[in-house]
């Protein structure tokens, strides 16, 4: 995050009073395999584990994991693509969990997405106008010339200009980068309150990865727009997002703002997603944390840190017993371990762990 993005994120924290738009409060979600449900010795996959954060108003708000890790089914519980096995979610302090009819129209005309791949999110028999005015057909905004002008807004703001000259094309007839444009224009032209991205660039190279970030910034600019930005990339969130909270196996992990996350890192999975990042010469050693061990050790119980196997620095007894809880390292900086300092390894009593 930059100096003008943590100034803004200030700023905006004062405007808000510290409410916030999206809040998840102990939310679980549990996949079962076929297996499971043929009552079998098929698994239950817990995405979601007891997460609980808030995003706040005009903020981008980065949730950053591996694949797997849970972060793109948050974003779907967020947006009602499915619901979760317990928990609650709330926008403007109101729970969605028994939305129905009009009052569940109306929320989806507040939260949109923008889903990964620009290739299989856009109907290719639909030319682009057909595409981005959908949500306004749906919601019976705008008739002729003043539909067109609100599409045309829409696709200006996303770089798509002059609008004219995408409107009667296909989806075929579009790079990829211009494909996640219109994707983008389509959830931004019923004017939400609330965005997930779903890794919006991981199917694009980087110069136009660079484009799609400054688009969605300046939409958070122009439009006050609350943003979740779902990535795998630290590198990512740290370039866009005013806090970072990171995941792992569907628990949240630790939850800051994006620089001192990135600068000042407390939890051992983010210190080893850190040094996954690549590295050239003359920055220093490839490894600055080496938090990740190389091979799995095995877990004790189900009860400890779900990180325990994956992790140097572990205690195994007390790692391997308990799950630590989310406690509070700085201000506004909390991370789920019992050893948050940097280079500690915590071997019982006193000897390095193996």
Same mark, same amino acid.
């Not at 803004?8 to 939310?27: T, Y």
């Not at 224009?185 to 484009?211: C, G, K, Y």
């Given at each position: 995050?930059?100096? /003008? ?53 005009? *903020? ?6 591996? +694949? ?71 919601? /019976? ?17 996303? /770089? ?129 944390? /080496? ?6 050790? *095995? ?28 406690? *509070?390292?700085?201000?506004?900086? +909390? ?20």
């Amino acid at each position: 995050m930059t100096g /003008g993005s943590a100034f803004f994120w200030i700023e905006h924290m004062k405007e808000s009073n510290g409410q916030p738009v999206v809040e998840l409060e102990k939310v679980s979600k549990i996949y079962k395999t076929k297996a499971a449900f043929l009552r079998s010795s098929g698994k239950e996959v817990v995405a979601l584990n007891q997460v609980s954060l808030k995003i706040m108003r005009g *903020e981008i708000f980065g949730l950053v994991g591996e +694949s797997g890790s849970g972060k793109t089914t948050a974003g779907r519980l967020i947006v009602k693509l499915e619901k979760p096995e317990s928990g609650r979610i709330y926008l403007d302090n109101k729970e969605i969990g028994d939305l129905k009819g009009k009052t569940l129209k109306d929320y989806r005309r507040k939260v949109q997405m923008i889903f990964q791949d620009p290739y299989q999110s856009l109907n290719p028999q639909r030319s682009i106008y057909d595409t981005v005015s959908e949500p306004l057909v749906i919601y /019976g905004i705008g008739k002729g010339d003043a539909k067109r002008d609100l599409v045309s807004r829409a696709m200006e703001s996303t /770089g798509l200009s002059p609008p004219g000259d995408f409107l009667y094309r296909y989806p075929h007839q579009l790079s990829g980068g211009q494909r996640q444009r219109v994707a983008i224009a389509r959830a931004m032209v019923l004017n939400p309150e609330f965005i997930v991205a779903d890794e919006p660039t991981s199917m694009l190279d980087a110069s136009i990865s660079a484009q799609i970030f400054n688009i969605l910034l300046d939409v958070r600019k122009k439009h006050r727009i609350t943003l979740l930005f779902i990535t795998h990339s630290l590198a990512a969130a740290r370039y866009l997002c005013d806090r970072i909270g990171v995941i792992y196996r569907g628990n949240l992990m630790e939850i800051g703002p994006a620089e001192r996350v990135i600068h000042h890192p407390k939890h051992p999975y983010t210190q080893a997603l850190l040094d996954a990042l690549p590295r050239f010469k003359d920055q220093g050693e490839a490894k600055r944390y /080496g938090t990740l061990r190389k091979t799995e050790r *095995e877990s004790i119980g189900h009860s400890g840190c779900v990180f325990f196997s994956r992790c140097k620095r572990a205690h195994r007894v007390k790692c391997s017993r308990e799950s630590p809880a989310l406690r *509070e390292t700085s201000p506004s900086h +909390s991370a789920a371990c019992f050893y948050q300092e940097q280079g500690v390894e915590a071997g019982p009593e006193g000897e390095e762990c193996s």
